[in-house]
């Protein structure tokens, strides 16, 4: 089930990496959307996972110090190299996560399950390593929105990878908590901007994130405004609309 991921991130991880470290804070709306979902006051522990360069326990961090332990989990060790360092890291497959059950009290996943081929066993270990009123939060492309069509159309076209992701239908992210055992209690499309300084470190930011390597950076701009919205102020900032399905559930 992990190697659609794996084979991506092994080969690209260290660019998406770079993008993260070039505008750490362009995807601070997104996150912000998962953070307050996963209502962190009064948790000692969570588990990101895929936790890739440490995205989301960078953000944890940020927002609470270093009251909550995290543990980062991730297929793939080259793209979680260097957060070690920051966070407990774990090397293993998103469907049988090495954690004791019951140990979690938070579990977040941001924008990595849709490179998955069966999702059903990643939410079944997440609803294992949850504590009893423990809470899951993820949240991924919704099929059919303009970034499922930009992912899977000039990304795919333009990485070495291909890109061919399996992204949530209404209902779906529902659905599999429920099967794992947890009570759904929100499913929500929310619509947000990753915002830059300026068009170019949009497009710059955008071409390492997704590893559009077979494209110029003129390219990979034509093939953002063909699909994505994009907002230009008066100030030269730029703003690049995307959406995300988010999904809690909670651990009886």
Known sequence: MFDNYLNTFEQRGELYNAATQMCPYARDAELKQLLNRLALRGARTVCDIPAGGGYVADGIRATVGDSIRVVCVDASWRFAAGIADRHDTVVARHGAIPLAAGSMDRVASLAGLHHLTDVQPFFDEAARILS?????????VQAETPPARFLNGAVNRLTETGHQG????????AALIERAGLTCIDETLCAFTWDFTNIATLVRYCRLLFGMVKAIEAEVEAEIRAVLPVEEA?????????????????KP
């Open 234 to 250: 008066k100030d030269g900032t730029a703003r690049l609309h995307w959406s995300l399905l988010y999904a809690v559930g909670i």
């Open 166 to 173: 399996r992204f949530f239908v209404p209902g779906q992210p």
């Open 132 to 140: 009893h009123g423990g809470r899951m939060v993820v949240g991924d």
